[in-house]
């Protein structure tokens, strides 16, 4: 079966400009996560959705970041007027429920570069 | 708050040797334990995880981790090591909660020569 997919897979960003980063999760997976993984660092939370409620926005680094699941299924991940410290890998992950009952699966994750 | 430390950035090993990756937590409360995979250009993959019960836990791919309260670690083993076991290895902790969010180690690259 599909799992979580993430587009675009690599972005190029001049510094100043807005990107949009895109979450598919797994189909009935309730709940979603987003994660920032800066080079050679561990992923750190961003933001968690349970359907398209955004429940926990603690680890989003500023206002330039802003996390949407209007629908409770597809996600996207917004930075406006983008730093070079934005430089990162973005990882967007699933679970069928909130909790730790439930395995977190990743996607892919998108690089993002800011020059 | 939580927090992990994984000793050793990189870790090599040869072809059939024992793998150690070491993994230390802090939490004030009991812990949720995890390690995860990666390999490039993909997703985390989930190895194994402690939540309550067993303190050994058995995981895929022939990896166990062992839950020592005394020393507050979660370290990771497999007897011995093959080529494809070539990734980055990440151990994570949890409070629990409703929401599960992953707080993660910042990694160990474990390097298998032939």
């Known amino acids: 079966g599909a799992g979580v997919s993430q587009s675009p897979r690599y972005k190029v960003a001049k510094r100043g400009q807005d990107v949009a980063l895109r979450c598919d999760p797994i189909s009935g997976h309730v709940s979603l996560f987003w994660y920032q993984q800066a080079l050679g660092q561990g992923p750190e939370f961003l933001t968690y959705?349970?359907?398209?409620?955004?429940?926990?926005k603690s680890g989003l680094p500023s206002d330039r970041f802003f996390a949407e699941r209007p629908e409770g299924s597809v996600s996207t991940l917004k930075i406006q007027r983008t730093q070079q410290e934005d430089s990162a890998v973005y990882l967007c992950?699933?679970?069928?429920?909130?909790?730790?009952?439930?395995?977190?699966?990743f996607g892919p994750g998108t690089r993002l570069t800011v020059t | 708050a939580q927090s992990v430390t994984q000793l050793g950035s990189h870790v090599s090993v040869s072809e059939g040797a024992l793998v150690l990756l070491r993994c230390n937590y802090s939490?004030?409360?009991?812990?949720?334990l995890f390690w995860y995979v990666q390999y490039p250009n993909q997703g985390l993959q989930l190895l194994l995880k402690y939540t309550t019960g067993a303190t050994l836990v058995k995981g895929i791919n022939g990896f166990e981790a062992e839950f020592k309260k005394s020393e507050t670690s979660f370290h990771l083993t497999k007897p011995s090591a093959h080529m494809s076991d070539a990734a980055e290895y990440f151990c994570?902790?949890?409070?629990?909660?409703?929401?599960?969010?992953?707080?993660f180690g910042q990694g160990t690259t474990l390097q298998v020569k032939p």
């Open positions: 992950a699933s679970s069928l429920r909130g909790g730790l009952s439930y395995e977190q699966y």
């Open positions: 939490s004030s409360v009991p812990p949720y």
């Open positions: 959705f349970q359907n398209e409620a955004q429940l926990d």
């Open positions: 994570a902790v949890s409070e629990g909660g409703n929401t599960g969010k992953l707080i």
